[in-house]
């Protein structure tokens, strides 16, 4: 099964940026495929966050954006704050297959 | 707001067969894909199966000789039934809807329920 690759976890202070990066193949994202991201808050289900690389669902904060290159997406955080601290999850297509990434604890120090 | 409910025992005993079903409000599923999804304790999601209201699936490679996802579009529910389980497939199961434009990401999710595998 295909695998998507995230860091397992980034911090940053308040106000700071941080950036999740995910790593994937020619199979799904250099496929073509795009990605999507979810913040799971502890205790909750995955929410949206991000679809079709770098489009917010109405009500995400603008402080959240996304990017896609060759076999690689990111998220970015800007102005980070207490209420981000999460589990965030990239995910795509491969093969008939939703895959999900490893997922990146985020930590507002 | 489409909201989503699953529901099920939460405690299955190994080699029996998991059944859980996911009730749907403020959408109908009468259309659109509906999937289902899990999170081993401390692992990554995992998608198991979509179904769209004509009955149609198509389920992850790894579990689809024990899958078997249903809708009654009647009382507007999907359900999820896995066979043969063991205590790899304790997770949390989350019914999801899947976008209705490109079919590619999952816009509404439910809750989820814990379900745990043990005798």
């Known amino acids: 099964q295909s695998v998507l690759t995230q860091p397992p976890s980034v911090s940053g202070a308040p106000g700071q940026t941080v950036t999740i990066s995910c790593t994937g193949s020619s199979s799904n994202i250099g496929a073509g495929y795009d990605v999507h991201w979810y913040q799971q808050l502890p205790g909750t289900a995955p929410k949206l966050l991000i679809f079709?690389?770098?489009n917010r669902p109405s009500g995400v904060p603008d402080r959240f954006s996304g990017s896609k290159s060759a076999t690689s997406a990111s998220l970015a955080i800007t102005g980070l704050r207490a209420e981000d601290e999460a589990d965030y999850y990239c995910q795509s297509y491969d093969s008939s297959l939703y895959v999900f990434g490893s997922g990146t604890k985020v930590t507002v120090l | 707001q489409v909201q989503l409910q699953e529901s099920g025992p939460g405690l299955v005993k190994p080699s029996e067969t998991l059944s859980l079903i996911c009730s749907v409000s403020g959408g109908s599923t009468s259309r659109y894909y509906w999937s289902w999804i899990r999170q081993p304790p401390g692992k990554r999601l995992e998608w198991i199966g979509y179904?769209?209201?004509?009955?149609?699936?198509n389920y992850n490679p790894s579990l689809k000789r024990r899958v078997t996802i249903s809708v009654d579009t009647s009382k507007n529910q999907f359900s999820l039934k896995l066979s043969s389980v063991t205590a790899a497939d304790t997770a949390v199961y989350y019914c999801a809807r899947v976008d209705p434009t490109s079919s590619l990401f999952f816009d509404y999710w439910g809750q989820g329920t814990l379900v745990t595998v043990s005798s």
């Open positions: 079709d690389n770098r």
């Open positions: 179904i769209y209201y004509d009955g149609s699936t």
